[in-house]
């Protein structure tokens, strides 16, 4: 279908171009339910991305499966992104939106608050402006494990304090803030009000286990997985640098929950169908207080820490890579552990990361080895 199909949900998904947005639109996909529709400005990620998610989809669901819809759209241009959502107004309008559109590294955050603000903060302001006028009413809003700063208690619960340790963090914490006051507006009778899920991932890896669909960043990538494979690859000569060993961690590196990233993008399926439940019937909302209105927070995580070196040694097995480091001092913003509790997401929303270390490994050289120049030029 060419995705104006009535029987499908239509789904706002920012930044579904990147790592995560990509692996999300695919799992929206393959459900069957939903018709996703990406806002995206192209900063980080290449349209290539729904290309392989449109076939991944084909694949599994045959010729007539929800074919994803791009709009190259910034969340800083308010006319633009009000367009997309006024033209779907006459089609049956807009059920639900993701928003994972955001700058994303800890360290960099620090040296640029201005963009990160104007992005994180503002950005989400433009889409909550646009969400409120077309009311769209369901939003699930991605967040970050750095929302908790450096927390008192590892494995980190949901009710652990909200004290972010970078300007990343805060701008996260500053839009949850945001969308909480927003759920808590009283709506005149009979008028539905806001009801948001924030998923406050931790570190997700891998790839879509088709080999199709991976983690393909704009330049050298900032995160530690994709840096490996690259460098496993040939395609990143530069040498491997580990950002300090004095941390206090088992192994002195810091510990991070890394999730296989198709478990990472079913929590978000999980979510939008805990906010399809109608709000006459139990909810996970149902026990919140009036006041906080329908807003809750769910980790997305393993629950295992794994540390950078753990990490090296499972890249080294999955691709045969011998790699060489250099021990060099700590970046801006690291934290030493950040491992979720992941029983309450497991408990409200039926979510499992239950992908081990290996398949994460396995999927994430799977895609580069197909793809050692990323999605520009494949070798399949
Ligand atoms: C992991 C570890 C680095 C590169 C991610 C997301 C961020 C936010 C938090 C979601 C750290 C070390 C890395 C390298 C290294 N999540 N490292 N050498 O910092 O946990 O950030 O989770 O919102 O958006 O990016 O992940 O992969 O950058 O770093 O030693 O060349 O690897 O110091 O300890 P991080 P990462």
């Not at 107004?89 to 590294?105: E, N, R, Y």
Request: charged fraction near 20%; include cysteine; glycine fraction near 10%.
């Amino acid at each position: 279908s060419n995705g104006t199909s009535h029987k499908l949900k239509r789904v706002v998904v920012t930044g579904g171009l990147g790592y995560i947005g990509s692996h999300v639109v695919v799992s929206l996909l393959l459900t069957g339910l939903y018709q996703p529709i990406v806002i995206d400005n192209c900063h980080n990620g290449y349209s290539e991305a729904l290309d392989r998610c449109a076939e991944i989809a084909r694949d599994e669901l045959g010729p007539d499966a929800p074919q994803p819809i791009l709009h190259n759209v910034d969340l800083r241009n308010s006319e633009a992104v009000d367009g997309v959502f006024s033209s779907y107004q006459d089609k049956g309008g807009i059920w639900a939106v993701v928003h994972l559109a955001a700058l994303k590294a800890v360290g960099e955050s620090g040296e640029i608050p201005l963009s990160y603000y104007r992005v994180n903060v503002a950005g989400s302001i433009t889409l909550f402006e646009a969400m409120a006028k077309y009311h769209v009413q369901n939003l699930v809003f991605s967040s970050s494990a750095t929302v908790y700063g450096t927390p008192e208690i590892i494995p980190i619960p949901e009710s652990s304090p909200v004290i972010p340790a970078s300007v990343y963090g805060r701008t996260k914490a500053m839009v949850e803030d945001i969308i909480q006051d927003l759920c808590s507006v009283e709506v005149k009778e009979g008028e539905e009000k806001l009801r948001a899920v924030s998923v406050r991932y931790f570190n997700p890896a891998g790839a879509h286990p088709s080999g199709k669909l991976g983690e393909e960043p704009r330049g050298k990538p900032g995160n530690l997985l994709p840096l490996l494979a690259q460098m496993a690859v040939g395609r990143e000569k530069s040498e491997l640098k580990i950002f300090g060993t004095d941390f206090p961690t088992p192994d002195g590196t810091c510990v991070r929950d890394y999730l296989h990233i198709m478990d990472l993008a079913h929590g978000h399926v999980l979510a939008l169908g805990a906010l399809a439940v109608p709000s006459d019937q139990k909810n996970i909302f149902s026990n919140c207080d009036p006041n906080d209105g329908s807003f809750r927070a769910f980790n997305l995580g393993k629950g295992k820490g794994m540390s950078v070196l753990n990490m090296i040694d499972a890249m080294k097995k999955a691709t045969g890579y011998d790699y060489k480091y250099e021990i060099v001092g700590r970046r801006r913003g690291d934290v030493p552990d950040l491992t979720a509790d992941p029983t309450l997401a497991e408990k409200e929303l039926g979510f499992v990361a239950d992908k081990d270390l290996d398949t994460m490994c396995r999927d994430l050289w799977n895609f580069q080895s197909k793809h050692p120049n990323g999605y520009k030029s494949t070798s399949t």
